[in-house]
């Protein structure tokens, strides 16, 4: 089991990227559809889904946050022609931020964001066998720009079965921003691969709740640690979402929460719905009787 599932928040359209998404790599698919109802935002559908057999989220929540390219997904190809299939259908609507084209680090990559704002790095890597087809890239900006690596050890100390791998650094003038000190690193969380880097340029891509990581927990004393350990902003601590100290939001939930939500009657979800509400940090306890209707 994954766990740490990247979380997507829309407007109105997570179902349709979700199509989208799952139309692009095999072994993907929508696993699960629910509505959450009565929330802030109205009724607010939550899809669950698979790429390349790596489990997402998505709701449709409101315009209350936009994707931008802080949070992009690298995805590995092995072969040119699968670049160029994934680039084309993303670009319908979207725009470059990396032409597609030849680069030191790959013979064909590029960076797009899609029509619905979410970022793409499809890349070309030559040989060997691709143990993880998708894979979060987190850039760092603005006034967390600069603090890439000190975020990737931060991380790996806060997580189980965690490394730090590569990293690489700017040379002499190849950032625009001085602050900017790594242009690469890879790093592992719970055995999961996840790369970093500080923005070498004059472009300000704030982390948001638009995009969060998702950490399942088995019971209240881990997801009591992994809160303590990650939170770093008062007035961001809601329904289980939390904010660290470079911005990045994270959702510490019960691993038991997914199958309420797809399993449960319309009156269980509605009750468990309305007690994560009121909640900042979650309350296994809370949850198990909103579920049982004690």
Same mark, same amino acid.
């Given at each position: $089991?994954?766990?740490?599932? /990247? ?7 997570? +179902? ?9 790599? /095999? ?17 607010? =559908? ?50 470059? @931020?990396?032409?597609?084209? =030849? *680069? ?18 499809? $890349? @070309?890597?030559?040989?060997?066998? @691709?143990?993880?087809?998708?894979? /979060? ?13 000190? #975020? ?9 079965? !965690? ?11 190849? #950032? ?17 691969? %996840?790369?970093? $880097?500080?923005?070498? *340029?004059?472009?300000? %891509?704030?982390?948001? =709740?638009? @995009? ?13 640690? *992994?809160?303590? +350990?990650?939170? #770093?902003?008062?007035?961001? =601590? ?7 100290? *470079? ?17 449960? !009657? ?12 009121? $909640?900042? +940090? ?7 009787? #909103?579920?049982?209707?004690?």
């Amino acid at each position: $089991m994954h766990k740490i599932i /990247p979380h997507l928040w829309f407007d109105t359209q997570a +179902k349709e990227a979700a199509q989208l998404y799952t139309g692009l790599l /095999p072994n993907s698919g929508i696993t699960s559809a629910t509505t959450l109802a009565d929330t802030p935002s109205g009724n607010a =559908e939550s899809v669950s889904f698979e790429l390349a057999g790596q489990p997402f989220q998505a709701i449709s929540a409101g315009p209350y946050f936009r994707l931008n390219p802080s949070i992009s997904f690298m995805v590995a190809c092995a072969t040119a022609e699968e670049v160029d299939v994934l680039w084309n259908v993303l670009a319908e609507g979207g725009s470059a @931020l990396m032409p597609l084209g =030849e *680069y030191p680090f790959s013979r064909r990559y590029g960076w797009i964001q899609d029509r619905f704002g979410l970022s793409w790095q499809p $890349m @070309l890597v030559d040989g060997g066998q @691709l143990q993880q087809i998708i894979t /979060p890239n987190l850039l760092f900006s603005g006034d967390v720009c600069g603090q890439a690596e000190e #975020a990737v050890r931060f991380y790996a100390e806060i997580f189980p079965d !965690s490394t730090v791998g590569f990293i690489s650094r700017y040379g002499e003038g190849e #950032a625009r921003m001085e602050r900017a000190k790594i242009n690469f690193a890879s790093f592992t969380l719970c055995g999961q691969s %996840f790369t970093a $880097m500080d923005n070498g *340029y004059d472009a300000d %891509f704030g982390f948001n =709740e638009a @995009l969060s990581f998702m950490v399942r927990c088995k019971d209240q004393t881990e997801l009591d640690y *992994y809160w303590d +350990k990650l939170s #770093a902003v008062p007035e961001a =601590e809601q329904c289980g979402w939390l904010k660290d100290r *470079y911005g990045v939001s994270w959702q510490i939930v019960p691993e038991q929460l997914d199958r309420m939500m797809a399993e449960g !009657s319309p009156e269980q979800v509605k009750r468990v719905t309305k007690a994560f509400l009121g $909640m900042k +940090k979650f309350d296994f306890a809370a949850l198990e009787a #909103a579920w049982s209707g004690e």
